[in-house]
């Protein structure tokens, strides 16, 4: 039988967990596995490396955030208050992490996980999938393919929309090139396969490897991406609708 004096220690002891469990969750920005790469009024950009057997720390999302993954790894995604959720995650999965969300995640393969995360500073509305399950739980609503509007050489498929924001995927064939053009927004670029940029004389650039992303101005000249090996080449695009003003 519990004594009343055990019964109120316990009762005075749990609120004192609670808030450690609560101090014990950071930011984003202060988990020691993902490095920002690349800040702007639309986006922060993440390049996340854990080591096997490693774990990403307790963290909070802040807002809205789109996880790209890099590599076939199995994990285990803990949130306060619910089960743990033992997952194989694929090479070019994408994830919505909506603004609010609280988790840690144990890499419990031999694999390495990699990931690049971009964070969403415009406030999303109206998150939906379109041709992937980006947002889990959700239905899918994959539009009709328009061939007008695809990058010669290869394909574009959207994959997740917002109200401010579309992403798409965009696969070149091998030994192919594809024009991209964001017709006047600002656009990211992720880049899951190594692949080649030259510019409009077909003069080569620079070589962007797995997990390197180009930021593109909406006034930025159309960039050419050629792939030169004998695999497809996938390559995640963020286009983002100019920020409305006040009024």
Not at 192 to 212: A, E, F, Q
Request: hydrophobic fraction near 35%.
């Amino acid at each position: 039988m519990i004594s009343r004096h055990s019964l109120m220690a316990t009762i005075l002891f749990f609120p004192f967990v609670c808030g450690a469990q609560e101090q014990n969750v950071i930011p984003l920005k202060s988990e020691p596995h993902h490095h920002l790469a690349l800040h702007n009024d639309y986006v922060n950009v993440y390049s996340v490396y854990v080591p096997p057997h490693d774990s990403v720390l307790l963290h909070k999302h802040q807002v809205d955030a789109i996880s790209i993954v890099m590599s076939d790894s199995e994990i285990t995604v803990r949130a306060p208050g619910k089960p743990d959720s033992q997952q194989k995650v694929v090479n070019g999965q994408l994830r919505f992490q909506s603004a609010g969300y609280v988790h840690s995640t144990s890499i419990d393969g031999a694999t390495a996980y990699r990931n690049v995360t971009v964070e969403l500073l415009t406030p999303q509305q109206s998150p939906r999938n379109l041709c992937a399950a980006v947002v889990l739980g959700q239905p899918i609503n994959c539009p009709e393919s328009s061939p007008q509007h695809e990058p010669r050489g290869g394909s574009a498929q959207p994959q997740f929309q917002t109200n401010e924001t579309k992403v798409t995927l965009i696969r070149i064939l091998p030994q192919q090139s594809a024009i991209l053009d964001a017709q006047g927004l600002s656009q990211l670029v992720v880049v899951l396969d190594d692949v080649g940029i030259s510019d409009s004389d077909h003069n080569p650039r620079k070589i962007l490897h797995t997990g390197d992303f180009l930021w593109r101005d909406p006034r930025r000249a159309p960039d050419i991406f050629i792939n030169h090996s004998a695999n497809e080449v996938r390559l995640v695009s963020f286009a983002f609708q100019p920020a409305r003003s006040a009024e």
